[in-house]
């Protein structure tokens, strides 16, 4: 078995063969092959250029005024939103700020403040032995292309609460710890501190069992490892935080 070989190659040579070493070689044999037992990467390239043809979102720029149910405090001049939630723009001032590029006289800038940490989580199921990852073609208004491959669950805590009014967003019962026993991976890690102040968002890789059946929408897409990887050549394509999240790998 190639893992074995690998194991006495390492193990001759004096490496100590820890479980964290022992899991590096299995990710790194997954990412050098296709294995995919149901879609190969060049219908997954198809697959997600078609989905971006058939979106039909439309964005387009308006004035802050003019926002449905988002508010600007008289006071403070913050932006936020009637239920309080989501997030709130705010205003900081930087000093002291002897190691940046502008010196010692700082600078001041909006912020994303008050955003309470989500969920970023990737469904892992073994097909065939093989782990596959459970990707979504999502839409933002922000991406360039409209879509990007995003993880399995992206939601922030207001999405989970509801707070928009609308449903609770698919999957979202697979990322709670108290009823999974198989989680690969969760940790809090930090968001992009130049424009989100102190944000983290809790990043999760869940395992569900092979046998298990899933109602999976027709945005949703199961992809390896390596095609993940492959698909990373791609400008634009793999979203941010798809991009964190397999950085445990």
Not at 37 to 61: A, G, H
């Amino acid at each position: 078995m190639v893992i074995e070989e690998i194991k006495n190659i390492l193990e001759n040579n004096g490496y100590d063969l820890d479980p964290d070493t022992n899991n590096r070689i299995r990710t790194m044999l997954e990412s050098i092959r296709d294995d995919n037992q149901i879609n190969k990467l060049e219908y997954i390239i198809e697959w997600f250029n078609k989905k971006r043809e058939e979106s039909d979102m439309i964005v387009e720029e308006i004035a802050v005024k003019d926002l449905e149910k988002w508010n600007i405090q008289e006071k403070t001049g913050n932006i936020f939103h009637d239920s309080k939630g989501f997030f709130e723009i705010i205003g900081v001032k930087v000093s002291n700020t002897f190691d940046r590029e502008v010196g010692k006289e700082g600078w001041t800038q909006p912020m994303i403040a008050k955003n309470p940490g989500g969920i970023l989580g990737i469904l892992m199921k073994k097909i065939n032995g093989i782990p596959h990852y459970l990707l979504q073609a999502k839409a933002e208004p922000g991406n360039i292309g409209k879509l990007q491959l995003s993880p399995t669950l992206q939601a922030t805590t207001s999405n989970l609460l509801k707070a928009h009014g609308g449903k609770q967003p698919v999957f979202a019962e697979y990322f709670n710890e108290a009823n999974n026993p198989k989680i690969i991976y969760a940790k809090w890690q930090s968001e992009d501190g130049g424009r989100f102040h102190l944000k983290s968002n809790y990043n999760m890789i869940v395992e569900i069992d092979e046998n298990k059946k899933l109602d999976i929408p027709d945005y949703f897409i199961w992809i390896t490892l390596y095609q993940i990887k492959q698909l990373l050549k791609i400008e634009n394509f793999v979203g941010p935080h798809v991009r964190g999240i397999i950085s445990y790998l």
